[in-house]
């Protein structure tokens, strides 16, 4: 039994000198991992400076080091034990001082880096911080999407003035339009100015191109383009939807409330505009696309009082029959039914040429 206790002692000190060096070892060593910061070595370290030095020591610091070894100052040590002290090694050394420096100079990634160090137990929250802010987007995300927004903003103003001003130079073209407004422009006195003389006396060309603005601008002030060809409103571009949300949301709260109140409870009975947003509801149909109808269409939706269940639904069987009627006697409709018959997508030919 002595001997037995005798072979055990050498051992157990052993483990006990093992044990006093770990402890002895520095706390936040266990928690350094290359690839994360300065890799095995500890930031504060490499530049110098303690866990408690102010952002100003570090700053000096870095510079000192920074004109020591950066690679375009750096003309090798005096004496160099082992020949390390190349420029390929001022290099390296340059760059793990930058890394010092990008970690500790910012107040979130060092607080990131100091908590690594007092708990390097938590390493795979170490990671997730580190490359977390490494790949985050430098720019705010919120600029981002701000100046997204307004670019498309811009895209659908310009887009639609020009569909607009499409509208405008076509129906200059429709003799219906440009009668009425050439008849107009004669009016007021737009079209019948005395010819000028001499050095203001100009080429026909000249004043044909000033009638035609003379009619463009009347078109415009005189007739009413709805639809898709509408002239374009500043407020209805996408940003200022966004911007108008919160308004337009409260303000269908309130006009549904009212709804109910006046229709549902007090049971009152539709009037002509009432009437006509059921009547466009059932159709399907959005504000814009519902207003490029003509006003006796609407006349003819009310005479049938369509914003009754009933009658609409007999007025869309009604359509849909007289549109199958339309396609049957249509010439195209008619060679393409004799194609489907005769030659079909299922059937294999041949063009001779």
């Not at 002595?2 to 060593?29: E, I, K, N, V, Y």
């Not at 003379?214 to 939807?241: H, R, S, T, V």
């Not at 008619?334 to 299922?346: A, I, L, Q, S």
């Amino acid at each position: 039994m002595a001997a037995a206790g005798g072979g055990a002692g050498p051992g157990r000190r052993w483990l006990l000198c093992l044990w006093l060096c770990a402890a002895l070892l520095p706390r936040a060593a266990w928690g350094l991992t290359e690839g994360l910061y300065c890799g095995r070595r500890v930031c504060y370290e490499v530049l110098g400076v303690s866990r408690q030095a102010s952002k100003a020591e570090i700053a000096r610091a870095y510079r000192q080091l920074a004109r020591k070894y950066h690679p375009d100052r750096y003309r090798g040590e005096p004496a160099a034990p082992g020949g390390g002290g190349g420029p390929q090694a001022a290099h390296e050394k340059f760059l793990l001082i930058a890394t010092a420096y990008e970690t500790l100079k910012d107040e979130e990634t060092r607080k990131d880096y100091d908590y690594m160090l007092d708990h390097p137990e938590e390493y795979y929250r170490h990671y997730y911080h580190y490359y977390s802010r490494r790949l985050a987007p430098k720019v705010d995300v919120r600029i981002v999407i701000l100046v997204t927004v307004c670019a498309i903003s811009m895209f659908q103003f310009f887009s639609w003035w020009s569909s607009y001003n499409e509208a405008i130079n076509y129906l200059a073209t429709v003799p219906k339009y440009r009668i009425q407004a050439t008849e107009i422009a004669r009016q007021q006195g737009l079209l019948n100015k005395t010819k000028e003389k001499g050095k203001n006396r100009r080429s026909k060309e000249e004043i044909r191109e000033e009638e035609e603005e003379i009619i463009k601008d009347i078109i415009k002030n005189k007739i009413d383009i709805k639809g898709g060809y509408q002239k374009p409103k500043i407020y209805d571009i996408l940003l200022f939807q966004i911007l108008l949300t919160p308004f337009y949301l409260c303000k269908y709260i309130v006009w549904y409330c009212w709804w109910i109140y006046c229709f549902t409870i007090k049971g009152q009975e539709y009037g002509v505009e009432e009437k006509l947003y059921i009547i466009r509801r059932y159709m399907k149909m959005s504000q814009s696309q519902f207003d490029s109808l003509e006003d006796h269409q609407k006349e003819t939706f009310l005479e049938r009082q369509l914003w009754i269940r009933e009658n609409y639904e007999v007025y869309k069987r009604e359509q849909e029959e007289e549109l199958k009627k339309k396609m049957a006697m249509d010439p195209r409709w008619k060679r393409y039914r004799r194609w489907m018959k005769n030659e079909g997508p299922r059937r294999l030919t041949f063009i001779d040429d």
